[in-house]
């Protein structure tokens, strides 16, 4: 899975986008984020902080978990 595919697949499970971030960077407030730096990174950026930081050598894993952990803001 890609970003990109992760984003469709957000928009088709209608999970709102104010709850996440994907591939803008930076720390906004109170988001869930993907990005990618040296490696992939998965974290809840809240105050200025990257929160419950997971790292990942793969793009694909990186989407895999952070689809995981948007599932539970599904309305479809």
Do not use: H
């Not at 992760?6 to 988001?31: A, D, F, R, T």
């Amino acid at each position: 899975m890609t970003a990109a595919q992760l984003e469709k697949e957000l928009e088709m499970m209608e999970i709102p986008n104010e709850l996440y971030s994907i591939m803008v960077g930076g720390l906004p407030n109170e988001k869930l984020c993907l990005v990618k730096e040296d490696t992939w990174q998965v974290y809840y950026s809240e105050r200025g902080n990257k929160s419950g930081l997971k790292v990942f050598e793969t793009e694909s894993e990186a989407c895999e978990f952070f689809l995981r952990k948007m599932k539970r803001y599904a309305t479809k």
